[in-house]
């Protein structure tokens, strides 16, 4: 079984940066894939970001390619989501996941979840 606790949400200004947090425990960080995830009030929960368990690779949704990084720090079994040039349509609730096996871009194949953060991008 695997925990996962995001945290780092707030309130910040367009264009603005912020960082979120997800703490992990059950197993070590290096054991599984971890993805990010986002759902914003009336809408499906959408793709965000995703690295391997390794963390040498990793993947992006095309809305947040070149402004979102995602790493892992192994050895404290967190994961991050440095989020930079923010725009009000960044503004959702953010959600950790896990899983077992290779990258993915679909929440469905994540079984393990954080309670998810939520921050707000103001224009």
């Known amino acids: 079984q695997v925990q996962l606790q995001a945290c780092g949400g707030g309130l910040v200004q367009a264009g603005g940066s912020l960082r979120l947090s997800c703490a992990t425990s059950?197993?070590?960080?290096?054991?599984?894939?971890t993805g990010w995830f986002r759902q914003a009030p009336g809408k499906e929960r959408e793709f965000v970001a995703t690295?391997?368990?390794?963390?040498?690779?990793?993947y992006y949704a095309d809305s947040v390619k070149g402004r979102f990084t995602i790493s892992r720090d192994n050895d404290k079994n967190t994961e991050y989501l440095q989020m930079n040039s923010l725009k009000p349509e960044d503004t959702a609730v953010y959600y950790c996941?896990?899983?077992?096996?290779?990258?993915?871009?679909?929440?469905?194949?994540?079984?393990?979840w954080g309670q998810g953060t939520e921050f707000t991008v103001s224009s």
């Open positions: 059950g197993h070590t960080l290096s054991s599984y894939t």
């Open positions: 996941a896990a899983r077992w096996y290779g990258t993915s871009r679909h929440p469905t194949d994540y079984p393990y």
């Open positions: 690295a391997s368990s390794s963390g040498a690779y990793t």
